[in-house]
């Protein structure tokens, strides 16, 4: 084997790990600026803006079982480690807050629960976790649901739902109407 074949050998390996590395990142740095259309949050009817009645109350940031307003909030969602004010901004209550103070709104939510669950937001951008419909590869428009299309935020745990009876025979005399 000559010297220069052997030089040959080391570098294009390098070389295929430097392009690779740079084609990782930049990868990355699409995904960070991109846009995920959705359709509109599932808000319960009339709720929102927030700011409707927010905006004239003062804020309380007291932990404490709310008995005035929204009762039916239960939270099962790593709660004593937190409180309401750690998701939504107290002052601006019609945006969510994300850990570095940055406001994004609820059109936006999966960037809130890709702070803690990394792994599941990469899957759900990768169209692996949660849905996507739309164009598979290229350019062409997808849609996304967003997380809290399926999950709670206050209680994410995915609801376990009701298996069907299995079918009766066809001659079975239920099956006939
Ligand atoms: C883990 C973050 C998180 C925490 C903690 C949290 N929320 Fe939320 N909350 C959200 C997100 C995200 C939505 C948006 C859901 C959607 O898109 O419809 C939401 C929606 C809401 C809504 C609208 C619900 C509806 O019926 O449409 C209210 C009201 C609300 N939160 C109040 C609270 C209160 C009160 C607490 C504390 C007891 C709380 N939230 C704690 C993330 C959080
Ligand atoms: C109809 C009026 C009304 C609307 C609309 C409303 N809230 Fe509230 N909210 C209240 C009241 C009243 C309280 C205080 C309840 C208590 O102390 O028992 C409250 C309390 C809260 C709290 C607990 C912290 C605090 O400031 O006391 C959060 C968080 C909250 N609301 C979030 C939201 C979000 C997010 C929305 C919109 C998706 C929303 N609210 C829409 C009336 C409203
Ligand atoms: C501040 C960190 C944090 C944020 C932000 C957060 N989560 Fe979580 N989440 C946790 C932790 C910790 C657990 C495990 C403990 C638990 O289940 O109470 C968890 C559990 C879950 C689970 C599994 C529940 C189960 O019992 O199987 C789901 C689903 C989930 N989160 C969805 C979400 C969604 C959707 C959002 C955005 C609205 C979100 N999370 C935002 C920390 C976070
Ligand atoms: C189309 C509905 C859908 C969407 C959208 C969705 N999920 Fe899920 N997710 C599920 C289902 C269904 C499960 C339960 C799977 C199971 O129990 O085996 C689940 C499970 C989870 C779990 C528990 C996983 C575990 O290993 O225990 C977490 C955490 C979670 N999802 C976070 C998220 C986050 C974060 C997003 C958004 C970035 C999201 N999901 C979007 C349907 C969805």
């Not at 307003?69 to 945006?95: G, V, Y």
């Not at 960037?111 to 669950?117: A, D, P």
């Not at 990394?118 to 739309?134: E, F, P, Q, S, V």
């Amino acid at each position: 084997m000559t010297l220069k074949s052997l030089r040959m050998r080391t570098i294009i390996p390098a070389l295929a790990i430097i392009l690779l590395t740079i084609s990782a990142f930049s990868s990355l740095a699409v995904g960070a600026g991109q846009e995920f259309p959705v359709p509109p949050p599932p808000f319960t009817e009339g709720i929102f803006p927030c700011s409707n009645c927010h905006a004239s109350m003062e804020v309380n940031r007291k932990k404490r079982e709310l008995k005035d307003e929204h009762t039916k909030i239960r939270m099962h969602h790593a709660e004593t480690m937190r409180w309401c004010l750690d998701c939504h901004d107290a002052k601006n209550r019609d945006k969510l807050r994300l850990y570095n103070g940055e406001l994004v709104s609820f059109t936006e939510s999966h960037r809130l629960c890709g702070e803690c669950h990394g792994n599941l937001y990469r899957d759900w951008r990768a169209g692996i976790h949660g849905k996507r419909t739309g164009y598979f590869m290229g350019t062409g428009k997808r849609t996304y649901l967003l997380c809290a299309h399926c999950h709670d935020p206050h209680e994410p745990k995915f609801k376990l739902i009701a298996p069907e009876p299995p079918p009766f025979r066809p001659t079975d005399k239920r099956n006939v109407k």
